[in-house]
């Protein structure tokens, strides 16, 4: 039974199923089809700046209200909607990034509501199917990056591939440890140049606040506590920023978020982009 449980953890990846979840997410990605209104939108912000609004305990209600006074181009993620109350800014792209985002009782009543205001709705249409709007744009995923680098397997997570940036979000993108991974792809997709992030930041304290004040459902986190996924997150950016460097692109990432563990994008204040 020993035996038989170690060869079961060398094919670990996510902690509850073996190596045959890479070969289905495989699957999926091949018989997902293109989304022709995603690739309507190449370009559509050719060098523009957008804000990636994350959703971590320092995010402010008077900064999101400071980026609808400036029109500003915003991406956000999960339960954003549940500051809708409290703040009269909306995103212009609200990205999910895996099934557990939508699969919420809130979710499914808030995401059709954004598609019909006309925030536009992108999904991973290989890892999320039904109820979604029909409005919701969807793009296709690689999941490998993400597994390997999410594997409890200490072999997997050390050697495996560490997470990439796709110039063509039409054909795909590269799944990582959050959301914000897949929207810089799209961002870049899009034809902005300059990315902000606000409220990333990966991790918290022990006596800190997961979240931003205000959102009422926690989404589960299967395997790691917070800091832990904040330690992901962090590997992650570092192995995408480099992609993007090796790749030569005219795309910047800075981080506006006020204080966090994220030091991967240069530092910018943000109240000194206004």
């Given at each position: 039974m020993?035996a038989?449980?170690?060869?079961g953890?060398?094919?670990?990846?996510?902690?509850?199923?073996?190596?045959?979840?890479?070969?289905?997410?495989?699957v999926?990605?091949?018989?997902?089809?293109k989304?022709?209104?995603?690739?309507a939108l190449?370009d559509?912000?050719?060098?523009?700046?957008c804000?990636i609004?994350?959703l971590?305990?320092?995010?402010?209600m008077?900064d999101l209200d400071?980026?609808a006074?400036?029109g500003e181009?915003?991406?956000?993620?999960n339960?954003c909607?549940?500051?809708?109350?409290?703040?009269?800014?909306?995103?212009?792209?609200?990205?999910?990034?895996?099934?557990k985002?939508?699969?919420?009782?809130?979710?499914?009543?808030?995401?059709?509501?954004m598609?019909?205001s006309?925030?536009t709705?992108?999904?991973p249409?290989?890892?999320?199917?039904?109820?979604?709007?029909?409005?919701?744009i969807?793009?296709?995923?690689?999941?490998?990056?993400?597994?390997?680098?999410?594997?409890?397997n200490?072999?997997?997570?050390?050697?495996?591939?560490?997470?990439?940036?796709?110039?063509?979000?039409?054909d795909?993108?590269?799944?990582?440890?959050?959301?914000?991974?897949?929207?810089?792809?799209?961002a870049y997709y899009?034809?902005?140049?300059?990315?902000y992030?606000?409220?990333?930041?990966?991790?918290?304290s022990?006596?800190?606040?997961?979240?931003?004040?205000g959102?009422?459902?926690?989404?589960?986190?299967?395997?790691?506590?917070?800091?832990?996924?904040?330690?992901?997150?962090?590997i992650?950016?570092?192995?995408l920023?480099?992609?993007?460097?090796?790749?030569?692109?005219d795309?910047h990432?800075?981080?506006?978020?006020?204080?966090?563990?994220?030091?991967?994008?240069?530092?910018?204040?943000?109240?000194?982009l206004?």
């Open positions: 020993k038989l449980k170690k060869l953890d060398l094919k670990l990846f996510y902690g509850r199923f073996s190596g045959l979840c890479y070969l289905q997410d495989k999926k990605y091949w018989l997902c089809p989304d022709k209104r995603l690739f190449k559509s912000f050719k060098g523009r700046r804000f609004v994350g971590g305990p320092s995010l402010r008077d400071k980026l006074e400036n181009v915003c991406f956000s993620m339960r909607y549940q500051l809708f109350d409290k703040t009269k800014w909306r995103p212009d792209f609200y990205c999910i990034s895996d099934w985002a939508f699969d919420i009782p809130s979710a499914k009543k808030a995401v059709p509501e598609a019909d006309g925030i709705v992108l999904y249409k290989n890892a999320v199917r039904k109820g979604m709007p029909a409005k919701a969807h793009y296709r995923t690689y999941y490998s990056d993400s597994i390997f680098l999410n594997s409890k200490k072999f997997y997570h050390k050697h495996g591939r560490r997470c990439r940036f796709s110039t063509d979000a039409y795909h993108v590269y799944s990582g440890c959050s959301c914000v991974h897949l929207i810089l792809q799209l899009l034809g902005f140049t300059e990315v992030l606000l409220g990333a930041d990966c991790g918290v022990s006596d800190s606040k997961s979240y931003v004040e959102l009422s459902e926690k989404l589960r986190l299967d395997m790691y506590t917070e800091r832990k996924a904040g330690d992901n997150m962090i992650d950016y570092a192995s920023q480099d992609d993007i460097v090796a790749k030569g692109l795309f990432v800075f981080n506006a978020t006020r204080g966090g563990y994220l030091e991967v994008f240069p530092r910018v204040e943000f109240d000194d206004f």
